[in-house]
């Protein structure tokens, strides 16, 4: 689903492979039309569940801290509306038109969300979660603790 900036929402479908071209994303719609929409018009595009559930419902921030593994961010866009998200933790997985991230419900009608750079105002991170930078070591043992089933030798 294509939500826009100045009009309706669109139900239809895109190659998640190829669906970024030059001047815009290549759509087709729910009768087989096939048509290109540029990127200063759009807002998200949605890959959903299910076209009846819709997208409008459902909760745009994380209302604790992810669990996920990835880039914990905030978007601003250029209306105002704010939305957050987990981006992966690969730079490499990164898009020159925009960002693919997974929405703060993953149980929700929608799984993954596409939002073009040009929507933005802002982008924010607000955490690393997962990171393998830093590791948990375990506690070392306590040596004032007596060793009940220990040999001595």
Do not use: C, H
């Amino acid at each position: 689903m294509a939500r826009r900036f100045d009009r309706e929402t669109l139900s239809g479908y895109v190659n998640p492979v190829s669906f970024l071209q030059p001047t815009g994303v290549e759509w087709m719609s729910m009768d087989g039309q096939t048509s290109t929409l540029p990127y200063p018009e759009i807002k998200t595009i949605s890959f959903v569940r299910d076209f009846a559930a819709g997208v409008d419902q459902e909760r745009r921030v994380f209302q604790t801290r992810p669990k996920m593994a990835g880039l914990w961010v905030g978007f601003q866009f250029r209306d105002g509306e704010r939305m957050e998200g987990i981006l992966p933790n690969n730079l490499l997985a990164s898009e020159p038109q925009g960002f693919t991230l997974v929405p703060p419900d993953p149980f929700g009608n929608t799984q993954k969300i596409w939002v073009p750079r040009l929507a933005l105002k802002s982008v924010e991170v607000l955490g690393v979660v997962g990171s393998p930078i830093k590791s948990r070591r375990p506690k070392p043992a306590a040596k004032d603790q007596i060793g009940l089933f220990e040999q001595e030798g």
